[in-house]
């Protein structure tokens, strides 16, 4: 039977319709950006044949809503195996930490990665419903081996996020970087190390 490894992209958040279509004009965008896969998208060419890569397309990811994410993830749950893996990065991150913070997963979990994963509580502002409202004991106790990957040089999600993350998953393996900013390149070999050796 193949490893399954489940892994959530980021996106964007608005609080505001307004706010949304005034990101989208100020977005630059290239040609050469949609032909690029990211290391998620090279998950299952460097991991091989004995695990089975996942990869869902969340709803309206570049203006998401938790509720949205949470039914389209609930449609996987029934297809997915006991002990997979799951991973999560940016908004894929926190959408992990906050669902299985606040709901009981069916199955047994192998392991939870969070990569670049913002910490959202209910008086901060960007990231509007992915607000984390309980403690993380959930997570800690159903995620199986939880795993936190952030860069010191991360522009989109400040290295504080990571912080208020080991404060509140303190059995957490973390790994830091200084050089790898949001984690966008196409390559990630220490998560791949990681995965292999659960």
């Known amino acids: ?38 290391w ?12 089975e890569v996942i990869l869902p397309r969340m709803p309206n990811s570049q203006n998401a809503r938790y509720a949205e994410w949470k039914i389209w993830f609930e449609k996987f749950v029934p297809q997915l195996e006991e002990d997979v893996i799951f991973i999560g990065h940016s908004l894929g991150g926190i959408f992990l930490a906050k669902y299985l913070s606040e709901e009981t997963y069916p199955r047994k979990i192998k392991a939870t990665l969070l990569v670049a994963a913002p910490y959202n509580a209910p008086d901060d502002h960007p990231y509007v419903d992915f607000n984390i409202l309980t403690n993380l004991s959930g ?43 949001h984690f966008n390149a196409a390559d990630f070999p220490e998560l791949i190390v990681d995965i292999q050796n659960l």
């Open 139 to 181: 997570l800690e106790k159903q995620g199986g081996r939880v795993m936190l990957y952030h860069s010191k040089d991360d522009q989109m999600v400040p290295f504080s996020n990571f912080e208020r993350y080991q404060r509140e998953l303190p059995t957490a393996i973390a790994r830091v970087f200084n050089d790898r900013q």
């Open 1 to 38: 039977m193949k490893q399954q490894v489940f892994a959530i992209h980021g996106g964007n958040a608005f609080d505001t319709y307004e706010e949304y279509i005034a990101d989208l004009k100020q977005q630059e965008v290239t040609i050469e950006r949609t032909r690029s896969l990211d």
């Open 40 to 51: 998620k998208g090279n998950l299952q060419k460097v991991l091989g044949d004995t695990y």
